[in-house]
Structure formats: C-alpha cells, structure tokens
C-alpha cells in the first residue's frame, strides 16, 4: 500500500513539475524558421492577405469571406504544387502560373472591375503589409 501511494505522488510530483503553470518565469525558448523561396506558404497568409485586401479595398464582409476562401485554395493548391515538382522545375513554375492566373480570374469576379483595378495597383502595398503581420 505504502509503495502505490509511493508511485502515486511521485507521478502526480512530475507531472506537476512539468507543468507549465509551474514554470511561468521562464520564457518560451523562441524558435525562428527561415523560409526560403521553396518553403511551404503558411496557411496564416491567405488570412493576413485577405484581411489587408478588406481594409485596403473596403471589401463587404460576404466579398472578405469570398477572398479568404479563394486565397486560401491558391495556398493550398500551391503547396501541394510545391511538394509535387522539383523546386524551380518548368513543370512547377507552370503550374504555379496556371493557379495564379485561376485565382485572379477568381477575384476579379468576387471584387468587380473597380477594386479589382484597386488590387492590382495596391498589390506591392498590400503584400509589404501582410508581410508585418507575420512577423
């Protein structure tokens, strides 16, 4: 009985000890990754790209929803792209274009003519801004 009980606190000891309530003085040890152009685009993007697109073009809440759902699939459909061909591979930058060119077709329709117009002469501004919010 006496060992179970034993076993019993020291368990409940560790794990305590590893618990990160425990431990709120020490800071998270702090991991950068560096991306490289053949990096997986990070999901988070699509997001931070279609929340500057809905400030910067005013986009209603349907259109921003439309425009998360759409870059979303451009990330996805370009790292899948990515993982497939040989990083710089002509079969990879053609396929690279080909969903670019799906994707603003696909926005062109959602934004109309005049924010699309907006987009497209923002587009440098709006990436600078996404790209701060990644940091």
Do not use: W, Y
Not at 23 to 29: G, I, L, N, Q, T
Not at 113 to 135: D, G, L, T, Y
């Amino acid at each position: 009985m006496r060992f179970s009980r034993f076993i019993t606190l020291l368990t409940f000891s560790l794990a305590m000890a590893s618990c990160s309530i425990f431990h709120r003085d020490k800071p998270a040890p702090v991991v950068e990754t560096v991306r490289t152009p053949d990096s997986p685009t990070p999901p988070t993007a699509a997001r931070d790209l279609a929340d500057v697109m809905a400030t910067d073009l005013q986009l209603t809440p349907e259109q921003t929803g439309r425009v998360r759902s759409i870059l979303s699939n451009t990330v996805t459909q370009a790292n899948a792209a990515k993982e497939k061909f040989p990083p710089k591979s002509p079969q990879l930058l053609a396929e690279q274009k080909r969903i670019n060119a799906a994707s603003q077709r696909e926005l062109q329709q959602t934004l109309g003519p005049v924010k699309f117009k907006q987009f497209i002469a923002n587009q440098r501004k709006m990436a600078a801004e996404m790209q701060q919010r990644q940091k």
